[in-house]
């Protein structure tokens, strides 16, 4: 028999893993007591309760949750779960979940040095305007090579001297100048589907420096830490920010000379 009493289990349904392995996680609630086991369904249409189709697993009664790696991406799955006791059948709600390529990051929950979002996390800043953003610095191999920051030292009126966002920096600087390599460097660079890359500023830099590359992440350490990266922070008509890996050390280096780039993007808290 099969009863809707208020003992019936209940269902939570997670992707927890995507590409080409998906994964759904679901996470099973039963306040029943005493059962003999857990039968999990699933369906790629809604289920009718008297006729359900055969179980895809059953579970002991001391199962809290199931990893489904049967499912296919660009699908969508629909679960319910009963337990079982003697001839009584609980059955709960019906829950469902849409399995997609690419699940999306979660920035909120990432700690520092976490491989995320195409790079590696390094925290969050604070705007003097109070906007906060999500830092993701780009791996080593998202660094370039020694390269300017411009090809002119003219750039009288230049507005690119924002501490915080180095993205309204890197739009800024793109109408003063004609050949920005390592500009250009951040803006053509794309991992793992991303595309948002910019030059970071000033404070994003450090935030990188005194999260990633101080503390030895790997991705930080195995390029020459000694040398002064750029920001887009500019300084003067003719200069921007630097800073070293290894230490901290700022440098306002004229804007004409070779330094390496590390890319950053950032996603709103």
């Given at each position: 028999?099969?009863t ?13 893993a ?29 289920m ?64 520092v ?44 009126g ?34 793992d ?13 450090n ?17 020459n ?41 950032r996603?709103?808290?």
């Amino acid at each position: 028999m099969i009863t809707n009493d208020q003992t019936i289990p209940s269902l939570t349904l997670e992707q927890t893993a995507d590409g080409q392995n998906p994964v759904v996680t679901a996470s099973i609630t039963d306040s029943a007591g005493s059962v003999d086991e857990l039968r999990l369904y699933r369906s790629e249409t809604p289920m009718d309760p008297q006729a359900l189709p055969a179980p895809i697993v059953v579970l002991g009664a001391a199962a809290v949750s199931h990893d489904d790696d049967t499912v296919a991406i660009d699908t969508n799955y629909y679960y319910r779960v009963a337990s079982v006791e003697g001839g009584l059948v609980r059955l709960s709600a019906e829950a469902s979940v849409a399995v997609v390529e690419t699940l999306a990051p979660d920035y909120a929950n990432a700690s520092v040095g976490d491989e995320i979002g195409g790079g590696i996390y390094a925290g969050t800043i604070t705007y003097a305007d109070a906007r906060q953003f999500h830092i993701i610095a780009a791996k080593s191999a998202g660094e370039s090579g020694s390269m300017r920051w411009s090809f002119s030292s003219s750039g009288s009126g230049i507005t690119a001297e924002d501490p915080d966002d180095g993205y309204q920096n890197t739009q800024e600087a793109l109408g003063f100048y004609n050949s920005m390599p390592a500009i250009e460097h951040c803006l053509d660079y794309t991992n793992d589907g991303f595309d948002d890359w910019y030059m970071p500023s000033e404070n994003e830099l450090n935030l990188v420096v005194q999260n990633l590359s101080i503390p030895d992440h790997p991705e930080f350490s195995i390029n020459n830490q000694l040398v002064y990266r750029w920001s887009s922070t500019m300084k003067s008509s003719d200069s921007a920010l630097t800073q070293r890996f290894s230490d901290g050390v700022t440098f306002n280096q004229n804007v004409t000379q070779d330094r390496p780039v590390r890319p950053v993007r950032r996603v709103p808290v």
